[in-house]
């Protein structure tokens, strides 16, 4: 039998309702394809502040580094907000984004035919969305130097952030992008600035000379306050989008919402090698932390992920998105993608009723 | 009789002929509230590029300086796309922002009842929208510096820019925002990323000193991820935001294309004294350029904020907006807006249309 080591970390909020449904999820598909899965759970995020001072503990990121695959619940919540940087739950996912030097994050957007109802938008501008956000993720703004709170040559005091790019920091997420588009449907968007920014138009032009490697995918670049209006204009019009940390971070989170099911949206993301993070896209949702009303689907297909594009298991995968697909046919519904007709479910039940359906 | 000069910058594209057509309603509006309007027509963009070399002539840049207020059509095209840098018709846009100091743009986003269809957002859901975005629009990423294409400490080319923000630029366009949303519905939510950069913390922490000076407007505030969301899944939540030069160029952009009549809508940009520059938000358009298929009436709304931000007459603004909405209402409709049992015009006639309405 294979055997895989898998960190979990449930951190915050509903992170720990919807992994322990996750868990059990992965548990069974194991059984029932012959794979040996070993679980290590670790704080992260705001338990682990409230529990050791910091929100990335030594043991976890050591504990996430050594094994094949991590999968993240969610973090962060009211009570840690106004805690200085160092110590807040989102520095701690940074740090574990860098520490395992993930990239590349995958965030499909998809519109199920079930669910296009969940959708603000029209369902003829909603229907048949299937899309893919390649974010650059351990470079650009977030991680950039010099950065602080400091005075300027005249006393002012400012706030400043460096957005940097080096070569081959936008040459392997290109190829992600490029790599990606050709399992689908061979079209890459690359969004950014170019008219304005230089670390743009420096992008603009690695990602235009890596697609000499990729003939036969078809390249088009467009400006992020477009890409912004031709999300909402016509979702249908993009297939694969590669882009940087910060322009990614808004643009896949508008994607997602325009999905209509954001509690349904998973993510991977990957480095060149050792283990992918797992994690679903929505946040920790405290006000219903606790209340078993968490949807755990998006936790679910980021498990499939992980068994996809973490390990390889392919088979697996495709078992795990079948069973979300067959329990949302058969009509249950937690509350956020709850409508009239349909059966509402808790967190739990919405859990067992996929183990029926794996 | 009141005198004022407007400096008439038409651009490339589309924006000659929407300008056109703006020009005559503002000189009818001059003869019937009496207020005389000299105009100077400068070159500016892509057609100055063509003219004299550069995107924005020294003459045009003081022209525009002596004038009481400027009205600008449209600029760039496929045609400058490939221009270094300083040779572009955005860099010459960029270069009137910084020479005129209008450091904060106005980009109201409203859903008219009579075009309510024209969103791809659900009824329901469009119906209602009157939100303003507050751009702050001379500094941050845009002309931060150090900026541009070089090497690092590894010898790896790289390419960078800085979002850098002084105390005095945060302050003057958090009160621009917070008196704005007085007059609005009293509340301003003011767009960052301070989970993640200096920038933004900082950003997050003179906006609320200033808070102190406006106890009557309702302040929140809103990562900007989570506002890309919130702008699709219920807009109506929004009176008045207020946020950085980039956030504010991809918000205001998705907020625009919410309301579905991006040829409807007009732009403010306001300094401290000195004349405010106006434009529809709309680009240039080049593949309906020179056909008398544009929607002139984001130019026209141009010139009724023009006057009511740019002169202070109110009236003459509002006569505008109810000629415009007339014109609606008569069921006249551009292309653009067009939908079945309307009257399909072109912006020539649209232009007519709206004079008999003034
Ligand atoms: C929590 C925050 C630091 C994070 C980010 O900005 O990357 C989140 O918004 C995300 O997109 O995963
Ligand atoms: C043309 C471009 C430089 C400009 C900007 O980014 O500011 C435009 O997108 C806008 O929003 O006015």
């Not at 882009?243 to 325009?258: K, P």
Request: negative net charge.
């Amino acid at each position: 039998t294979k055997r895989y080591s898998i960190t979990i970390l449930p951190g915050d909020g509903i992170g720990p309702e919807t992994i322990s449904v996750a868990k059990d999820v992965l548990k069974l598909i194991g059984a029932l394809e012959g794979i040996e899965f070993g679980f290590q759970e670790m704080p992260m995020g705001g338990s682990a502040l409230d529990l050791t001072g910091v929100p990335l503990p030594d043991e976890t990121l050591s504990a996430a580094k050594q094994s094949d695959a991590v999968l993240l619940g969610a973090i962060g919540g009211y009570k840690w907000d106004n805690n200085p940087k160092h110590l807040k739950p989102e520095t701690g996912l940074l740090q574990l984004r860098e520490g395992l030097k993930v990239f590349a994050n995958l965030r499909p957007a998809t519109v199920l035919s079930q669910l296009v109802d969940s959708s603000t938008l029209k369902k003829e501008v909603a229907e048949g969305v299937d899309l893919m956000v390649i974010r650059e993720l351990t470079g650009g703004i977030y991680f950039g130097k010099p950065r602080g709170i400091g005075t300027n040559e005249n006393g002012e005091e400012i706030g400043f952030n460096t957005e940097v790019y080096a070569s081959y920091e936008i040459d392997r997420i290109a190829r992600v992008g490029f790599e990606t588009a050709r399992k689908r449907n061979k079209k890459l968007c690359s969004v950014d600035k170019a008219n304005v920014l230089e670390a743009s138009m420096f992008w603009r032009n690695r990602v235009t000379a890596i697609a000499s490697e990729y003939p036969d995918v078809e390249l088009s670049h467009m400006y992020v306050d477009n890409a912004a209006m031709q999300l909402v204009r016509n979702p249908k019009q993009f297939d694969t989008i590669v882009t940087n940390n910060i322009f990614g971070d808004i643009l896949s989170d508008e994607a997602s919402m325009i999905t209509g099911s954001i509690g349904m949206l998973p993510s991977a993301s990957l480095g060149a090698s050792g283990p992918g993070l797992f994690e679903p896209i929505h946040g920790s949702a405290p006000d219903i932390a606790g209340q078993d009303k968490a949807n755990p689907l998006a936790t679910i297909l980021s498990v499939a992920m992980l068994l996809k594009y973490g390990l390889g298991e392919e088979n697996a995968a495709k078992r795990i998105e079948n069973a979300v697909l067959d329990t949302l046919d058969k009509g249950f519904r937690t509350g956020d993608i709850y409508s009239a007709g349909k059966k509402l479910v808790g967190c739990k039940e919405m859990g067992e009723e996929v183990l029926k359906s794996v």
